[in-house]
């Protein structure tokens, strides 16, 4: 994939579009991120705010669980609405996710987005089958979002991880035919279900309102891929190039609106789908998403490296995206 690293050549319009939207890109503090510090109570909700209002950042992402007991799911209402209150005063947007579609968990995010002003929540299918029945399945989960959000409070958005391709996703939409759900492109996550970035963005494309921004190395599995999680350009996922193209989405109006940050140093994640695959692969069962703690190492060490990762995420980005306009003022 290194020669879609490059920044591709643009015509005026686009030079133009990048300049005026490259400053307004919506960057989102991502809770995991700073997953460690969230599972040893180092971390939340608050500190993530805070975290995201030091960087200028437009907001944060969290999943319902981050933080273990100290989690959103298990947060009294007081709790959730100071947090409501302190990201109205920091002038900060909060999205929530969650590791599902089924109703109950979508149920619990819009009871929990409510109290906390959020503005959207972030789904993805974890079932085991064949890709048409996981199909099939989340559009039947997704068909409640009308009837769970009728004020159309909330942007859902579906995520891409790790075992439907762009064009399942699409198709994924185009059935429940909710102008309320969008899709989520996450950097590195089609790697599982062998697919290579560009093609999934272009898959994807008009239908893309959010982002995880990460970077990861590729892991050959059996003739797929596999991924384990790196610092934002230490790995072989063309951020700069994915990052152009997602700006340049929507003529008049940008359609991408929130780019989370999600440094997953050392995430792991295996191969789920295959070059010689049969044409409706199985899909066998997987844990929601979690990087193991390394072995043998102090747990104080890796919490600290983690907040470093994360800072150093937030300069790797604005960098590229620096490099983003100074590529586009040469086609004026």
Known sequence: MNSDHALRELNPDEALRLIKRVD??????HAYSFHFNFRYNRMGAEELLQ??????????KIHLDDGEALSLRHAS?????????KAHELGLDIHLEVSSTDLPELSEAVRIG?????????????YAGRVSEIIWWTVRDLRHLADLDPEGQFRFTLEQHEDLRGPELVQILDAVDNPNLKLLFDFTNMLNAYEQPLAALQAMA???????IKDAVIINENGGWGQRGTRSGEGEIPQSRLL???LLLGENEALVVAYGLEEEVDYYA?????????DDPFIPHREASETPLPKGVDPDS????????????VKTIHSLLDEIRQHAKLYL
């Open 302 to 313: 890796v919490l600290s490296k983690e907040r470093r990762d994360a800072h150093d995420q």
């Open 270 to 278: 295996p191969a789920l789908r295959f070059p010689g695959d049969e």
């Open 77 to 85: 209402d007081e709790r959730l609405l100071r947090l409501r209150d």
């Open 24 to 29: 307004r890109a919506a960057l989102y503090a």
């Open 114 to 126: 409510h109290t906390l002003a959020a503005t959207s929540i972030r789904c993805y299918p974890r």
């Open 51 to 60: 975290f995201a209002k030091v960087y200028q950042l437009q907001g944060i």
């Open 244 to 246: 152009q193209e997602l």
């Open 206 to 212: 008009h239908y893309i309102s959010d982002v995880h």
